[in-house]
């Protein structure tokens, strides 16, 4: 009756099965939480009238965006001091479909593309739904995936890195979701939006930039290279088959951008102190929203103790692929639970 594809285990385990139960005590601390509409920074209600722009009565369907929000977006990057043509900006509802889009551009089924480790365990579905293998090897991949700064880590490529994952024959995707909330390099220095070396596929969107996930657009950059245009062609194909992204949120794009600045400003102060209060042996890399601490014991137990001892909920390393013990912390609570949270770890006995 159904594909193999999508025959998972879906059977609660261990974890699960605690954390329904953690949740309901009032100590409980989430440190996974990724959902920016849930850390108590919430925008002015006022800014929903942008949805609410009379234009949007009209159904002008643009498979690659309307030229405004395409527009909004090149400005987002002349803002940071790069140049992308609106017309090498392609809108879609999120990042994930953005991947899906350019897995099916670029790859054949039993194809092979190249994720980071670690890295956020999305891609296996996405692999998975598209018909394509997950690979660690850059050598011998059909598409290379760079996801900076990265989830988990915070790490950005090096120049030295970069310049392997820049090869003329390789299509790349940049995952730039967390770029703007870089701690010590530049947008600019970092961005592969203006990588004309390679043909790359920039991805970013609203749910990180502006903490709007639940209005549903986010783009991608393609670079300035000889197969942009017929790039850009293909994917007009498959996002007409779609037509995912809604009317409003695209009339809306120029005044959700500008929120972004506010929202920004906000979670990186955030950031700033929650990072402040991380033990010494805590790593962020270069940005992003997440910390790893690592551990000299099985991070799957410590979790499990973390979260039935202290009712605080970390991720543990292998959920991302992670090489050695370590647990992954969301750096997106409030102060005062974050700092609770921590000094909790620290009684569990997590430091090192
Ligand atoms: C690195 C990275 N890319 C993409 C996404 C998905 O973003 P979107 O909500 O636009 O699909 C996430 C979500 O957490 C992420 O961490």
Redesign the pocket.
Known sequence: MFSKRTGWERAPNALSLAIEEARRDPRFVDLTI?NPTAIGIDPDPELLRSLADPRSLRYEPHPLGLPSARAAVSEYYRRRGVDVDPERIILTA?????YTFLFRLLLDPGDRVAVPTPS?P?FSFLAELADVELTHEHYGADAIIV?SP??PTGLCPTAIERAHLVRDDTPLIA?E??LDYLISSRFGEQTFANEDGALAFT?S????VAGL?QLKL?WIAVSDHPYAEEAIARLEIIADTFLSVSTPVQHALPALLDHAEVFQRALRSRLARNRALLPSHARVGDGGWYAILPLDRDDEEVALQLLTEQRVLVHPGYFFDMETPAIVISLLPDEEAFGRAVASLANAGTGS
Do not use: H, I, Q, W
């Not at 969107?205 to 990180?208: C, T, V």
């Open positions: 990724s999120t990042t994930s479909e953005a956020y999305l996801v990265n989830n995952d979701v967390f991805l969107g609203l749910s990180k996930p986010s």
